[in-house]
C-alpha cells in the first residue's frame, strides 16, 4: 500500500515540477506590418523579412534568395 501511495506522488510530482530540458513554446510571431509582392513567385512576404536586391536601379523585395538571384538571373541573359 505503501508502494502505490509512493508512486502516486511521484507521479503528481512530476507533472507539477519542470521537465528538464523541455523548453516553453517559442512566442508566437506577429504577421502584422507592411506586406511587399514578389514579382517571381507572386507570394507576398513581411517588408522586413524581405531579401532585398537593386534590379534595374529600383529596390525590389524577394520571398528568398532564390527568387532574387532568379530575377537579377533573367536581367543577365536579357542584357
Do not use: H, W, Y
Amino acid at each position: 500500500m505503501l508502494l502505490v501511495v509512493r508512486l502516486v506522488l511521484r507521479t503528481i510530482a512530476g507533472f507539477l515540477r519542470p521537465a528538464k530540458g523541455r523548453e516553453a513554446a517559442p512566442e508566437p510571431r506577429s504577421l502584422e506590418g507592411d506586406m511587399v509582392r514578389d514579382r517571381i513567385c507572386n507570394t507576398f512576404v513581411l517588408k522586413d523579412r524581405a531579401v532585398r536586391a537593386m534590379v534595374q536601379g529600383r529596390e525590389e523585395s524577394f520571398c528568398s534568395a532564390l527568387c532574387r538571384d532568379k530575377a537579377l538571373g533573367a536581367l543577365s541573359q536579357a542584357g
